[in-house]
């Protein structure tokens, strides 16, 4: 696990008790997030996962702005329970008092996305292909009919696929 991520995370719990002169509980931290999201924080279970990939990538941002942006997630649901909105005042409150942060909604990270497996079908009409998804593609398996609104003949498999 990266030592950096762990001392912002204490850095921030820090900052906060220091500001709001009262304890915080120290959550749970991992690096197993994978995708689109750079961080979450699960109120419920005091835990924080952050996106190993994206602090690599981005790490001087992510350890300042997006770090801070779990904590505070965390800190204002301590502090003013469970009523309140995720990004709504008292999360900005905290972004902008405790941590003298932008509170960002939302981090604009490059992401790389992988090409995706498309399944091609075919009905009746000439020059007419379908792309679909591999979980639209496994439910045709399962029996599940999909039918062209131009024909009303029943999708069928080609037997072909590409990438997208």
């Known amino acids: 696990m990266s030592e950096q991520l762990l001392h912002r995370v204490e850095a921030c719990y820090v900052q906060a008790e220091a500001f709001l002169k009262r304890p915080f509980s120290r959550p749970e931290v991992r690096l197993d997030l994978r995708g689109q999201k750079a961080g979450i924080a699960y109120l419920q279970r005091n835990l924080l996962r952050f996106n190993l990939k994206l602090y690599q990538e981005n790490s001087e941002h992510f350890l300042r702005q997006t770090v801070a942006h779990e ?94």
Not at 100 to 118: A, M, V
Not at 150 to 158: E, F, I, N, Q, V
């Open 71 to 164: 904590v505070a997630h965390l800190v204002a649901h301590q502090l003013f329970g469970e009523r309140i909105r995720p990004h709504g005042q008292e999360w900005q409150r905290i972004m902008r008092g405790v941590y003298g942060l932008t509170p960002e909604r939302c981090h604009n990270y490059p992401i790389e996305r992988r090409p995706r497996r498309q399944f091609l079908y075919l009905c009746q009409c000439p020059d007419q292909e379908f792309a679909f998804s591999a979980q639209r593609h496994a439910l045709v398996l399962k029996g599940r009919r999909y039918l062209c609104k131009r024909c009303r003949a029943t999708l069928m498999d080609s037997g072909r696929q590409r990438l997208a």
